[in-house]
Each structure stands twice: as structure tokens, then as C-alpha cells.
């Protein structure tokens, strides 16, 4: 599953909130078990290959403005091998965002889940539904599907190429004009924790470019651990 693209408005949170939120997440990934690694999905879109069971993953979330609240913390935690949830936390505003994701064909290649993403109860921000189907290979991964937004649904495309274990290069399309094409990569420094930079190209009129980063820590919580493919 992807990170949350929800678009934001209205007035900041406090500073000290936001850097009192990122050193309790940094304490707490120096102080948590190894685990098998992650790429947590693309840079914009949602994907179709689920969060392995037992696995619960931290994220923090950077972005410009422009694409969604600029400050967020993410916890996805994969329940069983055909679901997964995932909260968001917001800054500016304040906020909580939730989504789950349910995988109805699940073997590798061919890949088939539905879900919902963005629901915030608090700013009464109604659930975005989606389906999503994936062929998934070794190397390359590609992506289609479409999304309900408010009153319209998007289209939903993605494609990443694995090279090995550590680099992953994505890109990425949503339609609307308040959406976006990214094109970044995924690093996994470890086998556990690994950084998603991306330039979002607005597909407005004026192509307007966001920037926005991720780094994320994936560890097991229980059951044994998954055996990964080769090349990745």
C-alpha cells in the first residue's frame, strides 16, 4: 500500500509537535528487532501487493505542501497474508487518516485487491474506494486500477523495476488535474529499514514539481519470517 495522498488545507500544528513525533519514532526503530525488509509500494498510488503478516512498518513522511499534509507518520501492520491496515497521522493539520487493503488473488505474478485509503473521520473526510490489479515479476512490477474520489473516479497506473536488493526505480500516474506523474526510487539501506525520494509533476496546466520523502522501518511482530524472492 502506498503512502496517504490526501490533500490538506488550513493552518499549522506546532513545531515542537512534529520534531517531539519524529525523535519518538527515531528512538523507537534503534530500539525494535530485525526484520525482513519492505518496499512500501510506489510514491503516489496504492499497490496491490499486501503488507507480509506479523509485519508492521513505521514511516515518516515528508512532502510538500502542495500534495498533502507536509508532516505525517505511518503505521501499516499486515493482519493476515490476504489484509492489511494502515493509520496515518497528519501535523498540519491535525489529523488521522485511515485506509486497509484486501488482496482477493494473491500468487505472484498476477495480483488482485480492493480497499479504501484517505478516510478521515476527523476532518469527515469520506473513504476513497479502489481496485487494483498487478503483474508482478522478479524485476518489473506493473500496476493498473482506478480510485473513487468525491464525486469522480481516477485512473491509476504505476510501473517499478527491481535491480537487486537494495534499488528499486518507480514511477507513477494518477488522473486529475490535483494529481500527479512521479518518478523517484527506493533504497533499502538495510533489510529493514530503507528511504523513498520522488519529484511529483502536477498534471495541471502548469506542471508545478513537489518534492516529498519517505523513510520507513519494517519489523516482525509475529509468525515466521517470509522467504524473499530472488533480486530483491
Not at 528487532?33 to 513505521?58: H, M, R, Y
Not at 512532502?63 to 494502515?86: F, H, M
Not at 485487491?113 to 524485476?139: K, R
Amino acid at each position: 500500500m502506498a503512502k496517504s495522498g490526501k490533500k490538506i488545507g488550513g493552518v499549522g500544528h506546532d513545531q515542537i509537535n512534529v520534531a517531539a513525533a519524529i525523535i519518538l519514532v527515531l528512538t523507537s526503530l534503534a530500539n525494535v528487532p530485525s526484520a525482513t525488509a519492505t518496499t512500501k509500494g510506489l510514491s503516489q498510488i496504492v499497490t496491490p501487493d499486501l503488507q507480509p503478516e506479523g509485519n508492521l512498518s513505521l514511516s515518516l513522511q515528508i512532502q510538500d505542501k502542495r500534495i498533502a499534509n507536509p508532516y505525517e507518520l505511518q503505521a501499516e501492520l499486515g493482519l493476515t497474508k490476504w489484509g492489511e491496515v494502515a493509520v496515518f497521522r497528519g501535523f498540519q493539520p491535525d489529523d488521522w487518516i485511515l485506509a486497509t487493503e484486501i488482496g482477493l488473488l494473491t500468487k505472484e505474478p498476477y495480483l488482485l485487491s480492493v480497499g479504501f485509503i484517505n478516510w478521515s473521520p476527523h476532518l469527515n473526510v469520506d473513504p476513497q474506494p479502489f481496485i487494483e490489479a498487478g503483474y508482478y515479476t522478479e524485476h518489473q512490477k506493473v500496476i493498473a486500477g482506478a480510485l473513487h474520489a468525491g464525486y469522480k473516479n481516477e485512473a491509476i497506473l504505476g510501473y517499478a523495476y527491481d535491480f537487486n536488493q537494495t534499488w528499486r526505480v518507480q514511477v507513477d500516474w494518477m488522473s486529475g488535474s490535483e494529481n500527479s506523474s512521479t518518478i523517484g526510487f527506493t533504497c533499502n539501506i538495510t533489510r529493514d529499514f530503507q528511504f523513498n525520494p520522488a519529484l511529483y509533476v502536477n498534471n495541471g496546466p502548469k506542471h508545478d514539481l513537489f518534492g516529498y520523502i519517505v523513510f520507513t522501518y519494517t519489523f516482525h511482530l509475529w509468525g515466521g519470517k517470509k522467504t524473499e524472492p530472488p533480486g530483491f
